[in-house]
């Protein structure tokens, strides 16, 4: 699991996102603000010199602007303009009047043109213009440089608050996603190890958040399947028992019965019951086998086992059982990597999986082993050349009990295949049947399903 699919990182996201909106809106309304506001000061300062000068005749106008230009400090803050009606320049700092500045109107952000004199030329400048009495315009534009200035510094202050704050909580949102993540693959490992049996684990219910309430609800299920697993377990493992122990005295008085003292039906009955007793005997045997196996501590007897040694061993045991039913038993065993497995348990599921193998197979028919190298582990295949099973019962023909229609005559308890996934089960292996055209390919994938999953 990916930090960019936790949902903690993704609301973060969405935070950081909603709060980045945010800063920029107040950035944008505090420049506005600020806009207008040295829009305002400004016009309203130009305003209260317009009605000072324009009391002025021409002459005294004329003086008090040049010699409000000579007072100047060095860097000045207003700039004045007197032109005739007719445009011509007659005093001040602005040698030409401008054309987008109308007499009399608002004020605009402008920089008209100075005089070549003039030493200061200030970048922002706000600009208003007005009627004289005698028909000729008077022109005033106030430096705004320096409240610009700070305007500007206001809002990359606002702005660099902003981006440092985001980052903080990003970095902060971060380090708190990285915590629960590691929180939720430790669930998962849990989680993994609870799928495949180990229904003693239980998953960690420290913190007072959300993911410890999942874990004690999660926890209490799995109190309540373990019970009921167990009770439900016990009543089969003890009803197996119970009846196998009178079924062996059935199976032993039968076995005393002479078959000469009876007549030929009788005699071919008790046969016939024997047989059927053995057979109820078999299939308690393997339900009581299959539970041991589920119930074996985790990896306790595993060691390294080569499986083209294990698959030999099989192949030379059935190989006169395959050749008394007409069939050819061919290994096809490549050395490969060992592996860590319980070698009598494997050697067991193999077994079932070759009987099948060969109990299914047609007269004069071929049952391949075959053990082959993959980058995850070995690869263990069997096929024959049988009636197959169809797609939709492959997973079926796991269970216990499971007999496919095409199969119900064949003698078998219909365990055998039980016996093998519970034993694939114990080592985390996956089995597989597929279609082999004709008959069945069962896979055996000798390495852990975590691994497959990444985990």
């Avoid at 030329?121 to 706000?126: A, F, G, Q, S």
């Avoid at 496919?404 to 034993?423: F, I, K, N």
Wanted: glycine share 8%; net charge neutral; aromatic share 8%.
């Amino acid at each position: 699991m990916s930090l960019w699919r936790s949902t903690i990182f993704r609301l973060l996201m969405l935070y950081a996102l909603v709060f980045a909106g945010s800063v920029l809106s107040l950035v944008w309304i505090n420049y506005w603000n600020s806009a207008n506001y040295t829009a305002t000061q400004a016009d309203n300062n130009i305003s209260w010199q317009f009605e000072y000068f324009e009391e002025l005749p021409r002459n005294l106008l004329l003086g008090q602007i040049d010699a409000r230009i000579k007072a100047k400090m060095r860097q000045p803050v207003n700039f004045y303009g007197v032109f005739a009606a007719d445009g011509q320049y007659l005093a001040g700092d602005i040698a030409r009047r401008p054309a987008g500045v109308e007499p009399d109107g608002k004020g605009v952000w402008f920089r008209p043109q100075l005089t070549p004199s003039t030493i200061e030329r200030p970048e922002y400048m706000r600009t208003r213009a007005t009627r004289l009495p005698d028909g000729g315009v008077l022109v005033i534009a106030r430096d705004v440089d320096e409240m610009t200035r700070l305007r500007a510094y206001m809002l990359g202050g606002i702005a660099w608050s902003g981006a440092i704050a985001l980052l903080g909580g990003l970095g902060f949102g971060i380090l708190c996603s990285a915590v629960q993540l590691r929180r939720i693959k430790e669930m998962r490992r849990l989680t993994h190890l609870i799928a495949q049996g180990n229904l003693d684990t239980r998953l960690p219910e420290r913190g007072g958040d959300e993911l410890a309430w999942l874990s004690q609800i999660v926890n209490h299920m799995l109190d309540e399947i373990s019970r009921l697993m167990n009770e439900v377990k016990s009543a089969c493992d003890g009803i197996a028992h119970d009846l196998r122990t009178p079924l062996i005295h059935i199976r032993s008085l039968l076995a005393r019965i002479e078959p000469g003292a009876l007549k030929d039906e009788d005699a071919e009955r008790l046969q016939h019951a024997a047989r059927e007793t053995d057979d109820v005997l078999a299939r308690f045997s393997a339900m009581l086998r299959i539970s041991e196996i589920e119930a074996l501590h985790r990896r306790a007897q595993f060691s390294d086992t080569q499986m083209h040694v294990l698959c030999q061993h099989v192949g030379e045991l059935y190989t006169p059982v395959a050749a008394a039913r007409n069939v050819e038993l061919q290994l096809d065993l490549q050395p490969v990597l060992p592996v860590r497995a319980d070698y009598p348990l494997l050697f067991e599921a193999l077994v079932n999986i070759v009987d099948n193998a060969i109990k299914f197979a047609s007269q004069e028919g071929k049952v391949v082993i075959a053990v082959r190298q993959c980058a995850e582990g070995p690869r263990i295949t069997v096929r024959d050349a049988g009636p197959g099973i169809p797609a939709g019962e492959r997973q079926a023909v796991l269970q216990r009990f499971y007999r496919s229609e095409r199969t119900r005559d064949t003698p078998g308890s219909g365990l055998g295949l039980s016996v093998v996934q519970a034993v694939a089960h114990l080592h985390e292996f996956r089995l597989t049947l597929e279609d082999a055209r004709p008959g069945t390919r069962v896979v055996l994938d000798c390495w852990p399903e975590r691994e497959r999953r990444g985990l």
